[in-house]
């Protein structure tokens, strides 16, 4: 099993194999037979690797009973999500797509103009597209597999439509409009809740499965990031209020296991919340304690990236006349932030993960419905576990893997470890 | 009980004094400064500051005991704030066929579920005015403390601990289960006293297990107890012959039973009950309206199979019943004039029977023969027909 390092491929392009190399058997001779020991390693795991392959494949093609899956597929989506308001659905579905792809838009018009700036032949390569969409569109693919009407696939089909007419639309647009387009982008994220919750919509308690997921790890994301740069710097400020306040933060925050800071915004809040005051739903609670235990992580990280500046960096910003303000935004946090991407990603992806835990507070989400519906009628008694949970790992395995790649494509753009 | 106000309360503090924290870092990060030559001034001053914690605390402390005391005894009833709420929010079980559990079609259906909506209707007068919160058998009895949920209705076993120490006050029961033991067919076993040295399997953490070790030590019996998470895994090790016997709910084994693999004939429930197991919805102590009217739901629907009224019938016979003739039945169905003070509507026994139906289909819709469950009613028929719901009169 020889994989090139994808990292090492996309941040040296120059080294392209050599055209004709080695060809069939000398491949083989070369790699899997060089001396004796290793002719041993290879008949010993070959074997077991083949059956390894072989007993998956069997179960995934032949023994697996699938069906439990094709008949729970919108329960594994959205869980209790009431099924004549799916409509609500897709009509956020069909907004973020609008201004995802607007977004991408104009965020490829930038990094073209940057390219033309900088001289650089601004290209993309043919097969970018295929590795950085391939396993989100494998998870489509298997989605459609178990799709029992083609309304949802055309659904989905009209949404991707959508998101590259908007794509195009965003090229077009002047990059000095950016600031706009992201006003628009945080209005259409409002505005794609709204669709669901709003006029007389339904409340996001009843929200479950892939959904609530998705609404999990992006929120706590979009709060936690902010919020964990701005303690970050706040732990190194000069001002002792401000940077005790801050370690306790951090301090507190880590050292407490998520689970239980779960169930004590769910159970233990109520009572120290005057009875006048309306306790919020557990969803927010959830999503708040999910920003707060993140958001410590994340001001760690960066911290490590802020104290792996030189100082020299400061003192040439203040050397140029910056603001205080100016110097962290322009030349500070820019630097930092780049060389901590690897940790801030395993981070998102921890977030994705650790999502499962809402379970513990009575959330329904793609876990907790994987591990429920074995029970019904249809399926009772036939220990139908192992298709669920392979059928959920994969997509928490296709989020996890699309983060990372992005974070590398990320990585290989801004040159981190390069400069 | 007494700890856990505390460990609010400082919580309490910690989030107040990270919240404060935070607006000030925020604010001041524009003023951030990296240069470390200040910081070691900045030490002491950080100890300085410490007192000033504490002051805080003081205060928070006696706020915190009038918040603490507010939930439970605020005078107001459950009632009045659920009613005005215009929704009941159950604690339930999502994960226990028959009793609550997700559908295909992302419905919650059961036993329970019912029962749930049978207190919506008799309090709002909408069955569908429900919020159901799946809890875990751990969390349950918090969450009803706490006030996150209004009633649990979660296949609750009623005992002294749960009504007393745990907080909790409970109904009728809605079903009399047993825990019982399932064996092979073909093992020779008839009684539990034939199970000398015998491995049973069972569910951990639960009462279940409990009570096996209770039940075989009084018969002073040796056996070797198998756990499991869950019942498709125990049943996996109960078909390779990995122990004896198994031990549940006599419900959840007639469930099992009859959906064996093997065919109902290759395993056999023994007569024996090793323990009373009558479930149960249960509200928070200290508040005895709002246990009436969940108690009162509990008996209408039971009244109502006595009576002879289900939801085919029963807008019917609101119509046509003859108050004198008939004035017990004319009451209950809210035609008299007769307000027993519950604090519940007239007509609540109608909403409740029209909408969800009464004690006999709730049970024959989620676990009567006709269901995977099986189940018969035996115990759980009314006292005429020789089980134990003998409902109070109306």
């Known amino acids: ?419 | 009980m007494k700890t856990i106000p505390n460990a609010h309360k400082r919580r309490w503090r910690s989030m107040r004094l990270v919240a404060g924290g935070l607006v000030l870092a925020l604010a001041l990060a524009a003023c951030a400064d990296e240069d470390a030559e200040v910081d070691d001034p900045g030490t002491d001053i950080d100890d300085a500051d410490d007192p000033d914690v504490d002051i805080d605390d003081g205060v928070e402390g006696e706020e915190g005991d009038d918040g603490e005391a507010a939930p439970a005894d605020s005078g107001d009833s459950l009632l009045n704030t659920v009613q005005d709420r215009g929704a009941v929010v159950c604690g339930v079980n999502d994960a226990v066929p028959g009793f609550g559990l997700t559908t295909e079609d992302g419905d919650f259906e059961g036993f329970d579920i019912d029962f749930c909506r049978a207190i919506a209707a008799a309090v709002i007068g909408d069955a569908d005015a429900v919020e159901l919160i799946p809890l875990t058998a751990e969390a349950r009895f918090t969450a009803l403390q706490s006030g996150e949920i209004d009633v649990l209705v979660r296949n609750t076993t009623w005992t002294a601990a749960r009504d007393g120490g745990e907080g909790g006050a409970f109904t009728l029961p809605t079903f009399y289960d047993g825990q019982g033991m399932m064996v092979r067919a073909d093992s020779g076993i008839s009684s539990i006293d034939d199970m000398e040295g015998a491995a049973i399997c069972v569910l951990s953490g639960t009462t279940t297990e409990l009570n096996l070790e209770t039940e075989m030590a009084s018969r002073g019996l040796s056996y070797e107890a198998a756990t499991f998470e869950d019942n498709d895994t125990l049943q996996e090790a109960f078909i390779a012959d990995r122990c004896d016997g198994w031990t549940s709910d006599r419900s959840q084994l007639a469930a099992i039973r009859s959906a064996f693999p093997d065919g109902p004939d290759s395993v056999s429930v023994l007569d024996e009950v090793i323990s009373k197991e009558p479930l149960g919805p249960a509200v928070r102590d200290g508040d005895s309206q709002w246990l009436d009217a969940v108690n009162w739901t509990v008996i209408a629907t039971m009244i109502g199979e006595e009576f002879g009224v289900d939801s085919s019938n029963v807008n019917d016979l609101v119509e046509s019943v003859d108050v004198d003739e008939q004035p017990a039945l004319a009451r209950f169905l809210g035609v008299a004039g007769f307000d027993p003070g519950l604090g519940l509507p007239e007509d609540f026994a109608v909403q409740v029977i029209s909408q969800v139906g009464n004690y006999a289909e709730i049970f024959e819709r989620n676990v009567g023969p006709d269901t995977g469950l099986g189940l018969e009613r035996e115990q759980n028929a009314l006292y005429t027909d020789g089980g134990l719901h003998y409902p109070p009169p109306y």
């Open chain 1, 1 to 419: 099993m020889t994989t090139t390092d994808p990292a090492t491929r996309t941040s040296e392009p120059a080294a392209t194999p050599p055209s004709g190399g080695p060809t069939g058997m000398a491949w083989v001779r070369e790699n899997l037979f060089p001396d004796v020991w290793n002719s041993l390693l290879t008949l010993t795991l070959g074997p077991l690797l083949a059956w390894g392959v072989y007993a998956l494949g069997r179960f995934l093609f032949v023994t697996g009973r699938w069906e439990i899956i094709t008949v729970n597929l919108t329960t594994l989506m959205v869980g209790r999500f009431p099924r004549d308001q799916l409509f609500r659905l897709w009509i956020a579905i069909a907004i973020l797509a609008v201004v995802i792809g607007l977004a991408l838009g104009v965020a490829n018009s930038v990094a073209r103009a940057a390219a033309v700036e900088s001289g650089d032949d601004y290209h993309r390569p043919w097969h970018e597209p295929i590795r950085r969409f391939g396993p989100p569109v494998t998870l489509l693919i298997v989605m459609g597999v178990f799709v029992r009407t083609a309304t949802p696939l055309l659904l989905l089909a009209a949404a991707l439509g959508l998101a590259a007419v908007a794509y195009r639309l965003g090229r077009m647009i002047p990059i000095r409009r950016r600031g706009q387009v992201n006003l628009v982008v945080i209005l259409g994220v409002i505005g794609a809740q709204l669709a669901i919750t709003g006029f007389d919509g339904v409340p996001r308690s009843v929200w479950g499965g892939l959904l609530l997921t998705i609404y999990f790890t992006v929120g706590a994301l979009l709060f936690a990031f902010p919020l964990g740069v701005a303690v970050a710097l706040g732990r190194r400020s000069s001002l002792p209020v401000v940077r005790g306040t801050c370690m306790v933060y951090i301090e507190f925050f880590r050292g407490m296991p998520l689970v239980v800071l779960l169930f004590t915004g769910w159970l233990v809040l109520p009572f120290f919340l005057p009875p006048q005051f309306p306790t919020p739903d557990i969803v927010t609670r959830a999503m708040v304690i999910l920003v707060l235990f993140t958001s410590a992580y994340v001001a760690e990280i960066v911290r490590g990236g802020l104290q792996g500046l030189p100082r020299g960096q400061r003192e040439a910003a203040q050397a140029l006349g910056l603001s205080p303000w100016k110097q962290t935004r322009l030349i500070i946090l820019p630097q930092a932030l780049r060389s901590v991407i690897p940790a801030l990603v395993g981070q998102a992806i921890s977030l994705f993960k650790d999502t499962t835990l809402v379970l513990a507070v009575g959330l329904t989400e793609l876990l907790q419905v994987a591990r429920i519906i074995p029970g019904q009628e249809d399926f009772r008694g036939q220990g139908l576990f192992a298709e669920t949970l392979i059928f959920v790992s994969l997509i928490y395995w296709v989020g996890s893997y699309w983060m990372s790649r992005e974070s590398q494509r990320l990585e290989a753009k801004l040159g981190v470890g390069e400069r």
